[in-house]
């Protein structure tokens, strides 16, 4: 499913990044897409690479007993920004 992403970025950084996809036969958005999978393959998936601070902090939950920190951090995301 694709869906529309609205971008503010300089004049002169959007034409030198159509003319660098037109050089490699791709849509902006295809060249902006490939980017973004490339990099957030390299997203840490598992609990050890969560920084000592998040850790400390999801102690103090109230109410909670079993705690999934990456759960718990993705939950709260997707609630606020939807």
């Known amino acids: 499913m694709n869906t529309k992403l609205t971008l503010s970025l ?3 950084i959007i ?3 159509k003319e660098f996809a037109k050089q490699r036969n791709k849509s902006l958005s295809k060249l902006i897409e490939d980017y973004l999978g490339g990099i957030s393959s390299k997203i840490p998936s598992n ?3 969560i920084p000592p601070v998040t850790k400390k ?3 103090i939950l ?3 007993k ?3 920190i990456k759960n718990d951090i993705s939950s709260f995301l997707e609630k ?3």
Do not use: T, V
């Open 10 to 12: 300089d004049d002169k």
């Open 66 to 68: 079993d705690i999934n």
């Open 80 to 82: 606020k920004y939807k």
């Open 62 to 64: 109230k109410g909670k």
């Open 15 to 17: 034409k030198q990044a």
């Open 57 to 59: 902090l999801a102690g």
């Open 47 to 49: 609990e050890e690479n």
